[in-house]
């Protein structure tokens, strides 16, 4: 394996254990070759909803604080940001083994600058702590009310 595809599995193996610790409902890992997502996750919410989001994981060496910068082609970008599914991207510094997080929905796509094909966003992150996992998961929550509001508006 190269250093980049070590760096890569580590930063996934990681993002798998803190996944698992929020208790998904089923957790899958997508391995199709250059697939826009890692892993879908699926958690059932207290109004009876399942909330399916996809995620992206990014490895890095380099330290993550408040700000990751997210390198990607434009279509992937593309794919993060107009998907029907809440995307969760997470950052993985694997030489401290720490976490970061943030929603695909909050990039914004116009604050993107572009190089060679490639467009960089200067992405702001959350630690992953006991506290920010509490709000990720109110989050989750409010998605599945979301859900549950508009099936009792259009039933079946």
Known sequence: ?????????????????????????????????RAA?????????????????????????????????????????????????????????VKKNQLFFSWASDIDPHKSSELRNHCRINLPVKEANDATKAELLARIEAIGSEIASRDRANPA
């Open 37 to 93: 997502y890692d892993y879908f996750v699926g958690f059932k919410t207290k109004s009876g909803a399942t909330v399916t989001i996809a995620v992206e994981v990014k490895a890095t060496q380099h330290p993550v604080r408040d700000h990751f910068m997210l390198i990607t082609t434009r279509s992937h970008l593309d794919t993060l940001t107009r998907s029907n599914l809440p995307v969760l991207i997470i950052a993985v510094d």
């Open 1 to 33: 394996m190269k250093d980049y595809e070590l760096l890569g599995r580590r930063g996934q193996l990681l993002a798998e254990l803190f996944l698992q610790d929020l208790k998904p409902q089923h957790l899958l890992e997508v391995t199709t070759p």
